[in-house]
């Protein structure tokens, strides 16, 4: 058996010490949450639903929605890289479905995605957008970022 440490711990109980970036240790942990009604959204629509600021990490991005409709698909990416968190994730046909970054799967469908953007450093101020795909979506779609910033 063996006794080890992360990096961060190593490097704290270093002589001398090198101190942990905040966006990894000791950080504000942030949340920006917003909601959107979709009413026959078309298939193909961006909607923004966040407003991250200069300097922040992502560490994870969550959407909850209602049974949108069979067939209708969401990524969540922001104004430089349309899928940066998800690529499209369908079908969003169960009320309550949930996918988040950190998780790596939609938990009513059950599907693994891969951990893309997680720790992912803003540089400017950055819109986060859900884009639609596959069909006309109908219902609430919530979104949850967290972030840290110093």
Same mark, same amino acid.
């Given at each position: 058996?063996? @006794?080890?440490?992360?990096?961060?711990?190593?490097? %704290?109980?270093?002589?001398?010490?090198?101190?942990?970036?905040?966006?990894?240790?000791?950080?504000?942990?942030?949340?920006?949450?917003?909601? #959107?009604? /979709?009413? *026959?959204?078309? *298939? !193909?629509?961006?909607?923004?639903?966040?407003?991250?600021?200069?300097?922040?990490?992502?560490?994870?991005?969550? &959407?909850?929605?209602?049974?949108?409709?069979?067939?209708?698909?969401?990524?969540?990416?922001?104004?430089?890289? =349309?899928?940066? #968190?998800?690529? *499209?994730? !369908? @079908?969003?046909? &169960?009320?309550?479905?949930?996918?988040?970054? $950190? /998780?790596?799967? @939609? %938990?009513?469908? !059950?599907?693994?995605?891969?951990?893309?953007?997680?720790?992912?450093? &803003?540089?400017?101020?950055?819109?986060?957008?859900?884009?639609?795909?596959?069909? *006309? /979506?109908?219902?609430?779609? =919530? $979104?949850? &970022? #967290? #972030?840290?910033?110093?």
């Amino acid at each position: 058996m063996a @006794s080890v440490k992360g990096g961060n711990i190593t490097n %704290i109980d270093a002589t001398p010490i090198t101190k942990a970036s905040s966006e990894e240790a000791g950080g504000k942990l942030r949340v920006w949450h917003d909601t #959107y009604e /979709a009413s *026959s959204l078309a *298939s !193909g629509s961006d909607i923004t639903m966040a407003r991250i600021p200069a300097g922040a990490t992502i560490h994870d991005v969550i &959407v909850k929605a209602d049974a949108l409709g069979s067939g209708v698909g969401l990524q969540v990416g922001d104004s430089d890289d =349309d899928d940066r #968190y998800w690529a *499209s994730k !369908g @079908s969003w046909n &169960v009320a309550g479905q949930t996918h988040s970054m $950190l /998780a790596g799967q @939609s %938990i009513a469908a !059950g599907d693994s995605a891969a951990m893309t953007g997680i720790a992912h450093r &803003v540089t400017s101020e950055t819109d986060i957008l859900i884009t639609t795909s596959g069909a *006309s /979506a109908t219902g609430t779609i =919530d $979104l949850w &970022v #967290y #972030y840290t910033v110093e």
